[in-house]
């Protein structure tokens, strides 16, 4: 009796053991299991062996201020400072005024107004100015002061939007902007949202004054095809009655 029972004992085990390995060995590429283990269920989401996929570009948008200051401190020379591409608006007083490089695709798009302030074009009050020798339709102009704005007592919604492609090449885009007597706000956005978008409302002019700020933008997309959207508007607004908040935008330079 006793040999009996021993090979029942060893018999029972031996039968556990083959169908824990059974259970084991038998979950199938399709199975949950196989999905939640990361094995072949996830290799077939991600498109093949995840060793093999590249993995995702980190994008990057940084931005900053210049101090406030009447002009920009020196002459800008746009060929030189966009060696992508540039443009400057108003020209000669111009409210459609458009020039850009040329012999490139224009990269920096027309300027859309947001709002519905009153949109003007100055030419006047800055010390120096934009110079170029590549532009087009204007092929040069030398200590150019143009440029336009809007002129509101509002807050909030007034002022301009432009665009500049985007891909996985790090780039540095300077916008040439201005203002009288409110806080701006700048919010640049890249479209693929590979990075966060960011805001800069550090440029302020609190007293009936004019005053000009160059904002250096660095992005880099995620992905090729992408574009940086770019907004200026009136952040806050210190002159509501009389001679009201002024935005004001002259050109941009991509490099």
Known sequence: MVEVRTVLVVAVAAALASAC??????VG??????????????????????????PAVAGLLTVSASAPQVGFGEPIDFSAAGD???????????????????????????????????LLQTN????TGFSWTDGTPSATATNAIGGIYVDTAKAGGDGFQFSVPADTSQRTLLVYAGNWCVREKLQ?????????????????????????????????A???????DVTLTVAEN????????????????VR
């Open 188 to 220: 640049a956005t890249l479209s693929d949202g590979s990075a966060p978008s960011v805001v800069d409302t550090s440029f302020d002019v609190p007293t009936a004054n004019l005053a000009n700020s160059v904002y250096t933008i660095t992005f880099q």
């Open 84 to 118: 992508a591409d540039w443009v400057h608006w108003g020209l000669g007083g111009d409210v459609a005024a458009y020039n850009h490089r040329a012999g490139v695709a224009p990269s920096i798009s027309n300027y859309t107004q947001l709002g519905d302030a009153s």
């Open 124 to 127: 006047c009050c800055i010390e």
């Open 29 to 54: 590429a399709g199975s949950p299991d196989a999905a939640a283990g990361g094995g072949a269920g996830d290799a077939a989401v991600g498109g093949g062996d995840p060793a093999d996929a590249s």
């Open 238 to 253: 210190h002159c509501t009655t009389g001679d009201v908040g002024e935005l004001h935008l002259f050109g941009a330079a």
């Open 21 to 26: 390995t059974l259970a084991t060995d038998h």
């Open 222 to 228: 995620g992905s090729a095809g992408q574009t940086l």
